[in-house]
């Protein structure tokens, strides 16, 4: 019998407590307009994003629900304000002011205030993601209960995206005081449109509408969550009625949906780029000639066929088009083109060596190694597919040990700098890995120092280097797919797969 865990609520938190599970909910949610069956594969388990665990991926289905932001990620990659009904920011970019909703209440009835916006920022810039996420955070100060001042280090342009990303989500401080962060996570309590009501690990998570809500009440009253691992469930309980949504199917299977009048779909670009990413420093790949033969030997809408369908948008440079500072002219770029290839091949110093393609094994990115291993063989490149599992996968990838690593690249906070990543003198084993790496690292500092259009010029020029050097070669921008009941409305893929139940209502 599976161990179920159903949160023990605080008196002033009483709801009703779902105990069953998914044969509870197996009837089609059509029948009852004010709840929706959401299945997805994952298991969502931290639901306190402020302790020394951190969370991930998975835990946002709950978290972007739960808790609110001071500014909100939308579907595509655009920000709202949320909690913050504006900001300021200073002449030298290091103060953002930040100006609260007034009357907005966490779910134990208590006022959200300045005082809780400054102890969830302190707290989750001391955490595991506080350095990857709120990045250059120095302190806030509360100037009134309604207003904060949040000083960085230094300016980093991207800043607004640190608040809206997961460890921005605003927790109470006064209840955090009671219950510590162990009664914290097993009763959180946010500023969202849900509440967590019940959860059973690996096996389902039930929300229920915050009919206080700022924004007022949601349309659907309560979320049950499915967590089901096998696709093959998931899809045949979406065709029969058992589930309303399901999170991220395939895009062959949103394909047949497609032929299905009972199913809508939705396909958005995510934040993630779908790169090949080449080892410069040693190796057959520290010879430029030998890189820019792989450069131009690669057909990138042959590999997005293959993978997406076509579904996906081809990129030029390690940047998705959504990105804040993303350039928009003067950008090098390199299209396949078999003959050059093989002219580089000729000029390099490459005696058939092996070239090997580190990926994760069983994903479609192994699908997109294969064919890339296909056009480089037909202009002279002993390639290999180097496909492992992904602790192995890991390991390789924080020492460099691959010639070439494809990957999805994804990145929680949507702007250009996130092209820097590898370039960073703190992350050496992959800086060196690329000669002018120092060069383009003062670039990007430049670029996220400055605001608006003072960026491009920065970032236009690390994207050319990048390119010059053949340092990697980008394919197209990853994908995000939902598909849900044909009834329901305001369903949408979103660019960092979370799942904004707020917005979804039957007609």
Request: hydrophobic letters at 40%; one cysteine or more.
């Amino acid at each position: 019998m599976k161990k179920l865990l159903v949160f023990a609520l605080l008196v002033v938190l009483m709801v009703p407590v779902f105990a069953g599970g998914a044969s509870e909910s197996a009837s089609a949610s059509t029948a009852d307009k004010t709840k929706v069956t959401f299945t997805v594969a994952g298991n969502p388990y931290r639901f306190f994003h402020l302790t020394s665990a951190g969370c991930g991926g998975d835990d946002n289905i709950v978290l972007a629900n739960v808790y609110d932001n001071l500014l909100c990620l939308e579907n595509d990659g655009s920000l709202s304000n949320a909690l913050a009904e504006s900001y300021d920011l200073s002449a030298d970019g290091t103060i953002y002011t930040f100006h609260l909703r007034k009357g907005v209440k966490f779910t134990n009835g208590r006022e959200m205030t300045a005082e809780d916006v400054k102890f969830s920022l302190d707290k989750g810039s001391q955490g595991p993601l506080g350095g990857p996420l709120l990045i250059n955070y120095k302190e806030c100060r509360i100037v009134d209960p309604y207003t904060v001042e949040v000083e960085l280090s230094a300016p980093y342009a991207a800043f607004p995206y640190c608040v809206a990303s997961r460890v921005g989500g605003v927790a109470c401080k006064s209840y955090w005081e009671e219950v510590g962060d162990e009664g914290y996570q097993n009763a959180p309590v946010g500023t969202g449109p849900y509440k967590l009501t019940a959860y059973a690990a690996n096996d389902y998570i039930t929300l229920e509408a915050n009919e206080e809500h700022w924004r007022g009440a949601p349309a659907v009253k309560t979320i049950q969550i499915e967590l089901v691992a096998d696709p093959n469930t998931m899809i045949l309980g979406l065709q029969n009625g058992d589930y309303d949504v399901m999170g991220n199917p395939s895009i062959e299977m949103v394909t047949r949906f497609e032929k299905d009048p009972k199913i809508n779909t939705s396909v958005a670009s995510s934040t993630g780029r779908i790169t090949l990413y080449l080892n410069a420093r040693n190796g057959i790949t520290s010879d430029i000639n030998f890189r820019k033969a792989v450069q131009a030997a690669i057909d990138k809408e042959e590999v997005n066929i293959a993978v997406n369908n076509g579904a996906a948008t081809l990129i030029d440079v390690d940047l998705c088009p959504m990105y804040t500072g993303h350039p928009t002219s003067g950008l090098h770029i390199v299209t396949k083109d078999v003959e050059k290839a093989k002219q580089y091949l000729a000029a390099s110093g490459y005696k058939n060596e092996e070239f090997g393609i580190l990926v994760q094994a069983g994903t479609n990115y192994e699908t997109a190694a294969k064919v890339i291993q296909a056009q480089l063989m037909a202009v002279g490149i002993n390639c290999k597919v180097d496909a492992v599992d992904n602790t192995t996968l890991r390991s390789r990838d924080g020492s460099r040990d691959f010639d070439g690593y494809l990957c999805d690249n994804l990145s929680s906070i949507p702007d250009a700098d996130a092209i820097a990543g590898f370039f960073k003198p703190t992350r050496f084993a992959e800086s060196v890995s690329y000669p002018r790496a120092p060069e383009i690292y003062q670039l990007s500092q430049k670029g996220c120092s400055a605001q608006g259009d003072a960026r491009l010029p920065y970032y236009t020029e690390i994207c050319n280097i990048i390119t010059d050097e053949a340092y990697m070669v980008p394919l197209y921008n990853g994908i995000t797919t939902i598909a849900y009941n044909a009834d329901l409305g305001g369903v949408g893929a979103h660019c960092l797969n979370y799942y904004l139940f707020r917005y979804w209502y039957w007609k």
